[in-house]
């Protein structure tokens, strides 16, 4: 017979005020085993951790039942505190009262049942813990970093600075993200592209960086310092060892009509193509939906042209495999598509355009070469509108996302006063539902865009952008602020569009088995208190993969995952959750039910001699779990047919005992 | 193939020529509208009132009616086709609602919603296919820079209609396309003209509908195409723009197209 101690939490008032504490602990002192039962206001703090320090010692306690919060908060802070008393860390459970109980009920009477019918199930459970002792597993001193964006090269960079390996794994053919895009950067107006690319350079003649451009991640198997991912390098066409990026080739090209994705569509590129000058690694690529050669092999100039011998028609796709501790996501973000917003009439004119757009169109290295012109006509335009939240708070027939984008009211500052800067002769005007900037410097940065710059804020939303024959765009809002309506002829319109998470980002986290939230940004371990952790061991986040994200709250972040990282990798050896499978060899049949779900390859099987009834002996083929790679998933328990197949720490005797409790009222 | 068909009360009166054009179309491209035998005006604006309930009823006694033939019901008249709409998504998804309407109507077997209510133009797009009404048109409108109208009712709420997306439409074009014709695109097409307006303050059904007429004048459309009586009406008569486009029910071109207009 356990002896067993409760320890009811009141974590404030965060469940006393929802949960009658006493009368928990009370109840419970009465249950079979239970020998010490008490409550307390804060049980995980250092005075709470005494009491059950204590009370193992006093009352010789074999196992303990904490009625607190999720074990996903305190459940290791509550083991430690029962090794430093002497007991075996597994003879600890966890009652869930708070997320499962408090916050989720009014009625503090059934709330009360409830928790004591948690609480009496844990003591079941706990009555049939037996002590386990942790393994060790190695940890592959390498990270991987998805996405080449600010967040990934940042990562990349403080990781390799600590003296480990790191992968980048891009998608596009170069690495850099939608920094490379953006003309300069608030609130200083450092030009995006002068902080950015010695960045980039950094990486690539880093010997512990390795960059894996126009790459993507096929499949993740393994566990946190042990992971097994497999990289689909995409065939560029082009030798990239022999490339020496001259760009002779992509002038060449006669198919010049493709719309430039750097440019967001607004002039062309060639077939084969650099994104942009200073493009990492710079080498060309051919574009396989537009390239006449690879479409039906007539053509082949560039082959012709390239002085190296880089060009190479019959390039494949080609999979890498590669071994890492740990997996860093900075996937980033993408501004909506904006035809659910034709009230501002983007399909409809050239003149509206979304603020990436406009951030081309102002950038030296953009289609207009910086001078900021119209794209229907190439004029210079005189009135300017700058609309904000266009999808950003706003759920208005599940059209719109429902979070701020935190990025649009900064960077819509700074577009309207670079305006008035460099072109004192515009009228520019910015609609807005609020102002938005918080942050060092920003306030200031927004004033000076208001009271320096002469920029015309108009509290409000614009209804309807009518574009007339003659090239102005009738822009037609609402000022709340002078409660009347506002007609503006305007030249152009630019709409600050929401951002969401790249389109890879949910496949990704399946491959991963990362949780996102409903708007697919990954999801972190703790709110407060882990933000670049997934809750899945060894995943961080870093950058806009996780929520809306500005450049220097990016880069801290990355800085974050990279310490994280640098933190796991530091490790020689991790230890191991010893709650894995294991298999009674009696009663397996040797089906191999459990080898196909498991999804880290933990199970195998032997030919085994056995005795059988009249002193023969048979030879029967039974799984074995490997327990250094088990990960304790509980797959195979469900699969296995003969219930042969167990979990240390949550067998089956042990959720049927708590099903039992439960159930018996 | 055969529909139910609501007609609707300005359809008998003031818009004749929608009903007839649409009615003699259908049969040439081989559908078959049945007229409801007893339905009642679906009460226009009236029956937009949310806590209204009697106003609705009528519309609940159409549906049911095609209920009992088992058939879809089809539309005409943008007003006509907003109301049985909502009052239909109501008997489906607000129990309330769909409780107090049942109890009036004491049927033997509740109404939920269940009758498929479909616009003429969805008619076109989805069961007879604009593909199919290209290859059937007989005098192609060609080089006619027509504007399709849509007005505020064909779209919105676009949870409950749920016919195109209402900021950017394209099964008005996509007819115009199917005639022939060259489809202009405005910005105001799905603005409203302010015909409800009209009693209240004329002024603003005035500027309203100018605003309309301007823009489609201003983008070369020689003329409008419209679903809505109300519309039709409205634009005609209170619009103050210099330019007076001509302003049509669909069903007129169609029929033209069809080669069925005597």
């Known amino acids: ?665 | 193939m055969n529909f139910s068909y609501y007609p609707g009360c300005t359809l008998k009166n003031k818009a004749q020529d929608l009903d007839r054009w649409a009615r003699l179309s259908a049969e040439a491209l081989g559908i078959h509208l049945e007229e409801l035998e007893t339905w009642q005006c679906c009460g226009g604006a009236y029956s937009m009132g949310k806590d209204e309930i009697a106003s609705k009823l009528a519309s609940v006694r159409a549906l049911q009616a095609a209920k009992e033939k088992g058939q879809d019901l089809v539309t005409l008249c943008s007003a006509c086709h907003n109301v049985l709409k909502q009052a239909n998504d109501a008997m489906a998804n607000d129990p309330d609602f769909s409780l107090r309407a049942n109890n009036y109507m004491a049927l033997d077997t509740p109404y939920k919603g269940e009758t498929k209510v479909i616009h003429y133009l969805e008619l076109l797009r989805d069961v007879v296919g604009f593909d199919n009404l290209k290859k059937a048109v007989k005098n192609p409108l060609k080089g006619k820079k027509i504007a399709a109208y849509y007005g505020c009712l064909l779209l919105r709420p676009g949870k409950v209609m749920q016919m195109d997306n209402p900021e950017n439409p394209r099964i008005m074009e996509d007819f115009i396309r199917a005639i022939g014709a060259e489809p202009v695109l405005w910005a105001n097409r799905n603005e409203c003209c302010g015909g409800y307006a009209v009693l209240e303050d004329k002024a603003i059904a005035v500027k309203k509908s100018t605003a309309v007429m301007d823009n489609a004048a201003d983008q070369q459309a020689e003329m409008l195409i419209t679903a809505c009586p109300l519309c039709l009406y409205n634009l005609t008569k209170n619009s103050a723009s210099e330019t007076r486009l001509p302003v049509k029910y669909f069903t007129e071109l169609l029929a033209e197209a069809l080669g069925v207009k005597e």
């Open chain 1, 1 to 665: 017979m356990q002896r067993i101690g409760v320890f009811v939490c009141w974590c404030g008032s965060n469940i006393a005020a929802t949960v009658d504490v006493a009368a928990v602990s009370e109840a419970l002192g009465h249950e079979p085993g239970v020998v010490f039962s008490t409550n307390y206001q804060y049980m995980c703090s250092e005075a709470g951790q005494n009491i059950i320090k204590n009370a193992i010692r006093d009352y010789q306690l074999t196992g303990i039942v904490v009625c607190s919060c999720s074990p996903r908060m305190h459940e290791a802070t509550f083991r430690k505190t029962a090794a430093s008393a002497g007991l075996n860390s597994y003879m600890v459970e966890i009652a869930n009262i708070r997320e499962q109980c408090s916050w989720i009920h009014k009625d503090k009477a059934q709330a009360t049942e409830k928790a004591i019918i948690l609480g009496r199930a844990a003591i079941a459970k706990v009555h049939l813990n037996a002590p386990l002792t942790a393994g060790e597993s190695p940890v592959t001193k390498r990270a991987l970093v998805i996405g080449g964006g600010i967040a990934g090269i940042q990562t990349a960079l403080d990781i390799a600075d600590a003296g480990f390996e790191v992968d980048i794994v891009e998608k596009q053919p170069t690495i850099g993200g939608k920094m490379t895009q953006i003309d300069k950067t608030f609130p200083t107006l450092d030009c995006a592209a002068c902080i950015l690319t010695p960045k980039m350079v950094d990486c690539a003649q880093n010997d512990k960086i390795n960059i894996f451009a126009y790459s993507e991640v096929k499949e993740v198997k393994g566990f946190v310092g042990n992971f097994h991912v497999k990289i689909n390098k995409k065939a560029r066409y082009v030798d990239a060892t022999k490339c020496t990026g001259c760009g002779e080739c992509t002038e060449k090209c006669p198919m010049k009509k493709i719309p430039n994705e750097f440019n967001l569509g607004l002039d062309n590129r060639h077939a084969i193509y650099i994104p942009f000058a200073q493009a990492v690694p710079k080498v060309a690529t051919i574009d396989p939906n537009a390239c006449n050669m690879l479409k039906n092999g007539k053509c082949g100039l560039c082959a012709k042209v390239c002085s190296a011998g880089a060009i190479d028609y019959k390039q494949k796709d080609e999979i890498v495999e590669r071994e890492y501790g740990a997996i860093v996501v900075a996937t980033g973000y993408n501004p909506i598509k904006l035809d659910d917003y034709d009230e501002y009439a983007y399909s409809l004119s050239k003149d509206v355009v979304s603020s990436l757009e406009f951030e081309r169109i102002t950038n030296a290295a953009g289609p207009t070469g910086g001078t900021l012109l119209r794209p229907s006509d190439g004029k210079h335009p005189h009135t300017l509108v700058f609309v904000q939240c266009v999808g950003s708070r706003c759920s208005a027939e599940g059209k719109g996302k429902s979070y701020c984008s935190k990025i649009c009211c900064m960077y819509t500052a700074k577009h309207a006063m670079l305006c008035r800067e460099k072109y004192p002769d515009t009228e520019v005007y910015v609609f807005y539902i609020d102002v938005r900037s918080p942050g060092k410097n920003y306030d200031e940065f927004y004033r000076r865009a208001v009271e320096e710059y002469g920029v015309h804020y108009i509290k409000g939303q614009v209804g309807k952008v009518v574009p007339r024959s003659d090239g102005k765009l009738l822009v037609q809002g609402s000022d709340l602020l002078a409660n009347e309506q506002v007609h503006i002829e305007a030249d152009m319109v630019v709409l600050a569009a929401a951002i969401e998470p790249d389109k890879s980002a949910r496949p990704l986290a399946t491959m991963l088995t990362a949780s996102m939230d409903t708007n697919d940004f990954f999801t972190e371990a703790h709110a407060k208190l882990r933000p670049v952790e997934s809750p899945t061991a060894g995943i961080f986040l870093s950058g806009a993969c996780q929520g809306p994200k500005d450049i220097p709250d990016t880069v801290a972040q990355a800085g974050a995952a990279a310490s994280k990282v640098i933190g796991l990798l530091a490790k020689d050896k991790l230890t191991c959750n010893p709650c894995t499978a294991h298999s009674d060899e009696m009663m397996c049949n040797g089906c191999s039910s459990c080898e196909k779900v498991c999804p880290y390859g933990a199970i195998s099987y032997v030919d085994k001699e056995f005795r059988m009834p009249n002193r023969t002996t048979a030879i029967r083929r039974v799984a074995v779990v490997n327990e250094a790679v088990c990960q304790g998933c509980g797959a195979c328990t469900v699969a296995c047919p003969s219930g042969a197949m167990d979990l240390k720490g949550f067998s089956n005797s042990q959720i049927m005992a708590e099903v039992d409790a439960i159930c018996k009222m």
